[in-house]
């Protein structure tokens, strides 16, 4: 009896070893398809892979601690190809912008400005002549759309900018003072209203989109005016809108590659405590 007991412990030992053989073999396998993932730069599935081996082999301790290893080196090369990525976006981008500012003027009053802001050469924003749009960017990348009012009616404070099939966006109404103002010379109205951040609205996109198209514009308030968008307002308005644009993303990639060198250092500094902590042994 005692015979057969002890050859039954035998027979359950072997095949535990051989089962933990065989997970600690697939383990294994897991881990060089988490190596060869890496070495593929496909990170996004490594990092998937890593954060799975632990559910899926709890006991396989060296290839866990393998894995959160080689997670530090994938986070690492995931941030060198996103500076690389945005380094070559941002030399396309900056191209472009120098081009296109060749379209602009630098305007900037010391007086009353810390910064300054670009304006269409075809479109002189010290003109006051006719009722019309016009648009700038300032150095920041933001762009503003100016409704300029001449005539006898008078009172303005929301822009809608329409096509033939009565697709439309406007403007949020801008009462307030500050970049606006109004006068009356010689019998005439002027007004000036400023729109920007969200009380533009995306009606520079708007007329971006449609600049082939024939776009009516209406100033409402407490007096009503439309006017057919004049095709110099509508290309010097889409060029302010491409600067925006591309001033605004060349920014966002470099706040990403700045976010990205920081986290490269912080692992190199967390990699190399790493090291330093580890006991010396003879």
Request: aromatic share 10%.
């Amino acid at each position: 009896m005692k015979a057969t007991v002890k050859v039954m412990f035998i027979v359950l030992a072997s095949l535990f070893i051989v089962a933990c053989g065989e997970k600690n073999k697939e383990a294994k396998l897991y881990l060089e398809d988490i190596k060869s993932l890496y070495e593929n730069e496909e990170y996004e599935l490594a990092k998937q892979k890593i954060d799975s081996i632990q559910k899926l082999y709890p006991k396989a301790f060296d290839e866990i601690k393998a894995s959160l290893a080689l997670l530090q080196d994938v986070r690492k090369a995931q941030n060198i190809k996103q500076i690389a990525y945005c380094d070559s976006v941002v030399n396309v981008l900056q191209s472009r912008i120098d081009s296109i500012k060749q379209l602009f003027t630098y305007d900037i009053n010391k007086e009353y400005q810390e910064s300054g802001r670009f304006l269409p050469k075809t479109m002189p924003s010290k003109i006051l002549s006719a009722t019309t749009l016009r648009a700038g960017v300032k150095e920041n990348g933001q762009l503003f759309i100016e409704s300029v009012f001449v005539g006898n009616n008078k009172y303005h404070e929301a822009v809608k900018v329409s096509l033939k099939d009565g697709s439309y966006t406007e403007t949020l109404p801008v009462n307030e003072d500050g970049l606006n103002f109004r006068f009356t010379d010689a019998g005439k109205n002027y007004e000036v209203i400023t729109f920007t951040g969200k009380d533009e609205n995306g009606i520079a996109r708007f007329i971006y989109t449609f600049a082939d198209k024939p776009l009516n514009v209406t100033l409402t308030g407490k007096s009503t005016t439309s006017f057919a968008l004049s095709g110099t307002a509508k290309k010097a308005i889409s060029d302010t809108y491409l600067l925006s644009d591309w001033m605004l993303c060349v920014d966002s990639l470099k706040s990403v590659k700045e976010k990205a060198e920081l986290l490269i250092k912080y692992i190199d500094e967390k990699k190399n405590a790493s090291a330093l902590a580890k006991p010396v042994t003879e």
